[in-house]
């Protein structure tokens, strides 16, 4: 196992701030914005965070990720981390005692009752000692519970700690959350889609992703994470993205964007992302709020079937089906 330390980071960083990041590896541990732990029967399945710009920031000393695994926590010969579902059904639920013993140990919590296998005693804990409120965030994928979002990953993005607690077989056993949370550790279950996934491993790699490349200094252009799908108060889904040749196989990109006027472009752009909104995820559309819309944007989505004269959007016309392709 990797020894784990909590790191400082620069007071007064916030997500979308510009850091130049020094690359001195002294210096790194004074800029590691995150701490993050990982636990899975898998743990090689995160050899793929050390490419890319995820990799880039690890070596640089922004982020710093540790994959354990749970199995490490085991007395049994088998080194077994599940059991047969209480109550009865398929497959096999993943045991308390052993996420029990990890966590303890990775949060620094003072050891759980029973953990000796005793079955009692007084429960201690030092968790709401140990972490400062919204320090810390232990996570659980699961896909029966709330969609993770792009407003998740920002606020996770502020945390200094994240751990991770990759699930497997048919889940793990629902005390764990629960007594966890119960101690002051702030607790997230989190579904990415409505879809079943073999493991939490790709689950993690998800929303780990979306919330360290919100991250200060994470990407190159710190612009990049401005404007994009979901991000924002107003969030829309973003316009197309076109590069050059300007005509590729009988394809042109929109005239509009190769005239060099600015003004005309962001129009351009801003209603196709409110078309494309509208087209393929209206919910979005009928959470704007119509106090921010400009005159253009009111103009278009009326054409668009929007009525916009209420506190939010509201369809009057015939729905667009959503579509794949669109
Ligand atoms: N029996 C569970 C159910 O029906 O809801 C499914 C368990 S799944 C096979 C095993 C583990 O994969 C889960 O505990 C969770 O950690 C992870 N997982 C699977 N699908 C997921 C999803 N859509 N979102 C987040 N985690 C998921």
């Not at 990759?166 to 409505?194: F, H, L, N, T, W």
């Not at 079943?196 to 491993?201: F, K």
Request: proline content about 6%; glycine content about 10%; hydrophobic content about 40%.
């Amino acid at each position: 196992m990797t020894a784990r330390r909590i790191r400082p980071s620069p007071a007064s960083a916030k997500p979308g701030d510009t850091i130049d990041l020094p690359h001195l590896p002294g210096l790194a541990l004074l800029w590691c914005l995150m701490d993050i732990d990982i636990v899975s029967v898998f743990p090689e399945y995160f050899d793929v965070l050390k490419l890319s710009l995820l990799g880039k920031a690890q070596d640089n000393g922004l982020v710093r990720i540790s994959a354990h695994n749970l199995r490490d926590w085991t007395h049994d010969v088998h080194h077994s981390v599940d059991d047969t579902p209480v109550g009865g059904g398929a497959g096999m639920v993943m045991k308390p005692e052993v996420w029990g013993e990890c966590l303890d140990e990775l949060l620094g919590m003072e050891p759980g009752p029973g953990t000796d296998g005793s079955g009692g005693g007084t429960a201690v804990s030092s968790a709401s000692k140990a972490t400062d409120a919204g320090d810390l965030v232990l996570i659980f994928p699961n896909p029966s519970a709330a969609l993770f979002t792009q407003r998740d990953a920002a606020e996770l993005s502020h945390a200094k700690r994240l751990v991770f607690g990759c699930g497997r077989y048919e889940g793990y056993d629902a005390r764990i959350p629960e007594y966890y949370r119960a101690q002051g550790v702030d607790v997230r279950e989190y579904s990415i889609g409505d879809y079943v996934l073999n493991g939490g491993e790709v689950a993690v790699s998800v929303m780990l992703e979306a919330i360290t490349r919100l991250l200060p200094g994470f990407m190159g252009n710190p612009e990049s994470i401005v404007e994009e799908s979901y991000t924002g108060g107003n969030a829309l889904l973003e316009y197309h993205q076109y590069t050059k040749p300007a005509l590729w196989r009988t394809l042109a990109v929109p005239d509009i964007l190769l005239g060099g006027d600015h003004g005309k472009v962001d129009r351009f752009r801003r209603d196709e992302a409110l078309e494309r909104t509208s087209a393929i995820r209206p919910d979005l559309i009928e959470a704007l709020d119509c106090q921010q819309l400009d005159k253009a944007d009111r103009k278009t989505l009326m054409a668009l079937g929007w009525e916009v004269s209420q506190a939010h959007p509201r369809l009057v016309g015939q729905p667009r089906r959503p579509s794949a392709t669109d």
